[in-house]
Nanobody, 117 residues
């Protein structure tokens, strides 16, 4: 069983930055893709970004050029650097670890990000 613990959420003004971290309780095998998702009130969880063990990344169009995902395989941690935040980025952000076969998925508990002046 893998436990994922997010940190780094909070309140930030428009145009500001935040860095989210997600630490896994055990070593994450290379067959797992790590990612960040977010959920707006009343809506389904949506993809923000993913990163493979080999550091290949994928981003939602809405965050391209503003967010950067990275992965430290030695520390079993995934990060999400969020720059140029706007009010539309306000959501609960979830860390995810998913086996490339899609057969196993783990979620963190979520961390609130609020962008407001």
């Amino acid at each position: 069983q893998v436990q994922l613990v997010e940190s780094g959420g909070g309140l930030v003004q428009p145009g500001g930055s935040l860095r989210l971290s997600c630490a896994a309780s055990v070593s994450i095998p290379s067959l797992y893709i790590l990612g960040w998702y977010r959920q707006f009130p009343g809506r389904q969880r949506e993809l923000v970004a993913t990163v493979t063990y080999g550091q290949s990344t994928n981003y939602a169009d809405s965050v391209k050029g503003r967010f950067t995902i990275s992965r430290d395989n030695a520390e079993n941690t995934v990060y999400l650097q969020m720059n140029s935040l706007n009010t539309e980025d306000t959501a609960v952000y979830y860390c995810n670890a998913k086996k490339i076969t899609g057969t196993v998925t783990y979620w963190g508990q979520g961390t609130q990000v609020t962008v407001s002046s």
